[in-house]
T-cell receptor, first 114, second 115 residues
């Protein structure tokens, strides 16, 4: 039973355009959400997070949107750059339930075409 | 500031053997979590240690065990290795921020191959 789902295994975007990566979750106890980027042969790198009390968080080119009623979040990258090409993981935790473990999706491979 | 480091980078073991993986947490971080990432999957939570005590465990059998030391470094031990244990093992360190943020920072991982 996958509690965090990333339904698009891959995404291709032209350099300079917007990249939108999507994530759905099923566990209502999740109250903290994170995005990680992973290059081959490296560990995941933290990008941005959002608490369930917010619906948007921005950090430079990265914005995360949270729609609690739909149990859906998305990561927007604007403008996309070739260096953004990597696998992006959505993760969630239930801090309010005392669990600090992260539950990950399977990832979306983003390719930014120059 | 030193990030999370893991050793060894790669390891090849035979089915039935035992293995120990090591992790040094990022400076100032008192919590360490271990994850297993199989090919084509997202990382799966194994367990977490906070101040030398286990603080949560995922759906992994008891042959997966761990330790955290007073300097917050950690070990992951796996006994009676099985072929399905072949994966990338990731260590992540974290600490609470006064803003309530709780991000986990990952090391580069140890690639374990069981033959």
């Amino acid at each position: 039973d996958q509690q965090v789902k990333q339904n698009s295994p891959s995404l291709s975007v032209q350099e300079g355009r917007i990249s939108i990566l999507n994530c759905d979750y099923t566990n209502s106890m999740f109250d903290y959400f994170l995005w990680y980027k992973k290059y081959p042969a490296e560990g995941p790198t933290f990008l941005i997070s959002i608490s369930s009390i917010k619906d948007k968080n921005e950090d430079g080119r990265f914005t995360v949107f949270l729609n609690k009623s739909a149990k859906h979040l998305s990561l927007h990258i604007v403008p996309s750059q070739p260096g953004d090409s990597a696998v992006y993981f959505c993760a969630a935790s239930a801090r309010g339930a005392g669990s600090y473990q992260l539950t990950f999706g399977k990832g979306t491979k983003l390719s930014v075409i120059p | 500031e030193t990030g999370v480091t893991q050793s060894p980078t790669h390891l090849i073991k035979t089915r039935g053997q035992q293995v120990t993986l090591r992790c040094s947490s990022q400076s100032g971080h008192n919590t360490v979590s271990w994850y297993q990432q199989a090919l084509g999957q997202g990382p799966q939570f194994i367990f977490q240690y906070y101040r030398e005590e286990e603080n949560g465990r995922g759906n992994f059998p008891p042959r997966f065990s761990g330790l955290q030391f007073p300097n917050y470094s950690s070990e992951l031990n796996v006994n009676a290795l099985e072929l399905d244990d072949s994966a990338l093992y990731l260590c992540a360190s974290s600490t609470w921020r006064t803003s309530g943020g709780y991000e986990q920072y990952f090391g580069p991982g140890t690639r374990l191959t069981v033959t």
